[in-house]
Nanobody, 127 residues
């Protein structure tokens, strides 16, 4: 089992920045691709960004390309989401997720392909 705990959410103004962190604990000796999803009220959960276990490959949704950066520190079992130039439409609950895989290619996995989920952290962007 792997436990994921997100932190760093909060309130930001449009154009501002926030950095989310996701700390993993438990069976972290395996290789995991990590993803950040978000879900706004009344909308489906959507993939925002993902990173392979090695960190060499990343994926971004078109809506966040050039504004968000995903990274990971495997020594700390932590994945980050740096969010810049925030927009009101980025307002959502953000979830991190882990998928057990040693595949190093583009980590474009769907919602149901992830094995573990965090509890989520709220991000609110005011205009």
């Amino acid at each position: 089992q792997v436990k994921l705990v997100e932190s760093g959410g909060g309130l930001a103004q449009a154009g501002g920045s926030l950095t989310l962190s996701c700390a993993a604990s438990g069976r972290t000796s395996k290789d995991y691709a990590m993803g950040w999803f978000r879900q706004a009220p009344g909308k489906e959960r959507e993939l925002v960004a993902a990173i392979s276990w090695s960190g060499r490959s990343t994926y971004y949704a078109d809506s966040v390309k050039g504004r968000f950066t995903i990274s990971r520190d495997n020594a700390k079992n932590t994945v980050y989401l740096q969010m810049n130039s925030l927009k009101p439409e980025d307002t959502a609950v953000y979830y991190c997720a882990a998928r057990v895989t040693s595949y190093s290619g583009t980590p474009r996995y769907t919602f149901d392909e992830y094995d573990y989920w965090g509890q989520g952290t709220q991000v609110t962007v005011s205009s």
